[in-house]
């Protein structure tokens, strides 16, 4: 009696299922997407020939389908990692629209689409798609392709379909699983900001008061608050323009997310790119990690670009594109990352005769300069003066634990007649002094502390100069430490070999002190 011969198509089965078995457990040990497709491809291949295997993943806001992840030793100009192909009209899109797997036996007589020409050119020559299914929802497609004419049948579609079912499903997981790790590293980014916000000395002052002129800017606050409007803040050095910053952030519907400030000139000029858009490890010398630029970390918040006057002419080409079209490549790296960012500038310069000189493009201008908001300075509201000056007397009080309970009446007139070149930020420079150094209850501030400015200057005025007191000593003490600091560091303020660490203080914190004591590297104004 004849022998049987061997049941190859048993033999066959049970080496699909020892696939499937093998691609399901990739499926539980791989949550990234580069080693999970690995796997699946090392699985398949046992089963399946191929020379090219790829998953495409739908887009619903653009309704597109991208070509996620790859391996194939087929050379190609376009098939490559982000491929993108409409959703309705390819042989791509076919299999996911219909939901129904899309074989080609041979592709030279049976390709209907433009893009299977293309594929034709790369060597394909047979290939099957079959849609990827969650829930009844197609999210994408996997495919395979061969070089060979014929090579997959009715029983390759049929196994690659329970393979990608597995497949969908763990890309949901994998999908969870990397949103769950962007949100994490998004919330470590927001407490790391918000612990260095927590240092900092906060020198920018409340705004009290009454007066029509700071009702007025109070008034514009509300009005924009509520839109996404960019918001361009000007006004003299110490009016409080970040203040105003915050409270149209603190109004707005994106309160709930962060308000990310950069000081532009307190930033080293080669330096500026990797504060605004971060950098890639080994970008530059020095750059030993990857850097979460200001934008990426305001994403769906706020991000606060004081002093935006001082940026040098090729950043503001990059920050107009960032308002333009939310898009920006962190420095050495070539992948575009997409923000969702207001933008709320300030400025103590006047924008328009810089445009005019060409120390500002004209575009940027007009991009930032969508709501001007004036902040009025402390002369222009002379009848808040002593409700602000009992505002910071009662704060020094209490924080310095001293008995001081008013000031004199003729303190007050003092204060009243003063020009206050400094507006509030030298109000509460001048009442700080005098509580440290005041004696008894009745604070008493002489003619001479008030220092003598022109009233139009809007430069922080030479702090101590005049007043003849301990406090002053050690505030030109202090000045003269950091100016010495910063210029053995070249005004580098981060870093191992910055001004900061010299100091050994936190970069917030000299950064606040700078601005108290009116220090700026040459040919820069505060803000």
Request: proline share 4%.
């Amino acid at each position: 009696m004849a022998s049987r011969p061997p049941d190859t198509s048993a033999a066959s089965e049970a080496e699909r299922y020892r696939t499937l078995l093998e691609i399901n457990n990739a499926l539980v040990s791989n949550l990234t997407r580069d080693a999970l497709f690995h796997a699946i491809a090392r699985a398949l291949r046992r089963v399946v020939d191929f020379e090219r295997a790829a998953i495409f993943l739908h887009d619903p806001r653009r309704d597109v389908l991208s070509l996620y992840v790859l391996e194939s030793s087929l050379s190609s100009t376009y098939f490559v990692v982000g491929l993108e192909m409409g959703a309705g009209e390819t042989h791509v899109g076919r299999a996911f629209q219909r939901q129904e797997p899309l074989l080609r036996r041979d592709l030279e007589r049976e390709r209907e689409f433009p893009m299977e020409d293309r594929a034709l050119e790369d060597g394909v020559r047979s290939y099957v798609i079959v849609p990827l299914i969650v829930r009844g929802r197609s999210i994408g497609v996997l495919a395979v392709a061969s070089t060979r004419p014929g090579r997959y049948a009715g029983a390759d579609v049929a196994f690659l379909q329970q393979a990608a079912n597995q497949v969908a499903l763990a890309i949901e997981n994998m999908k969870a699983y990397e949103e769950i790790g962007t949100l994490k590293a998004r919330l470590e980014r927001e407490n790391v900001y918000l612990r260095e916000e927590i240092k900092r000395e906060h020198d920018f002052v409340e705004m009290v008061g009454s007066s029509p002129a700071l009702l007025a800017a109070l008034r514009r606050v509300e009005q924009v608050a509520a839109t996404d409007a960019t918001v361009l803040v000007t006004g003299e050095t110490g009016t409080g323009k970040e203040l105003i910053a915050r409270a149209i952030h603190e109004r707005s519907a994106r309160r709930a997310q962060p308000l990310v400030k950069v000081s532009c000139s307190a930033i080293a000029s080669g330096l500026v790119e990797s504060e605004l858009f971060g950098h890639v490890k080994g970008a530059f010398t020095g750059a030993l990690e990857r850097r979460i630029g200001r934008f990426e970390l305001a994403d769906h918040g706020t991000i606060f670009l004081d002093e935006v006057g001082e940026l040098s002419l090729e950043t503001q080409v990059k920050l107009l594109r960032v308002l333009q079209e939310r898009e920006f490549e962190p420095v050495g790296s070539s992948a575009t990352k997409r923000v969702d960012v207001r933008v709320i500038a300030a400025t103590n310069r006047d924008l328009a005769e810089a445009v005019r000189t060409g120390r500002f493009r004209a575009d940027l201008f007009y991009r930032l300069n969508v709501v001007p908001l004036e902040v009025p300075p402390l002369r222009a509201r002379r009848g808040d003066i002593p409700q602000l000056a009992m505002f910071f007397l009662e704060r020094f009080a209490r924080e310095f634990g001293k008995r001081v309970e008013r000031l004199s009446d003729g303190t007050l007139e003092r204060l009243a007649a003063y020009p206050w070149p400094g507006n509030v930020r030298e109000l509460s420079n001048v009442i700080e002094r005098a509580v440290v150094l005041a004696e008894g209850p009745v604070l008493e501030i002489g003619a001479d502390v008030l220092l003598a400015a022109p009233e139009a200057s809007a430069r922080p005025p030479a702090v101590g100069a005049g007043s003849g007191g301990l406090g002053a000593a050690l505030e030109q003490v202090e000045r003269e430490r950091i100016l010495a600091a910063l210029a053995e560091a070249d005004w580098v303020i981060e870093g191992p070999k910055g001004a900061a660490h010299r100091l050994e203080v936190h970069p917030s914190t000299l950064r606040s002190r700078m601005e108290r004591l009116g220090i700026k590297r040459a040919g820069h104004d505060a803000s």
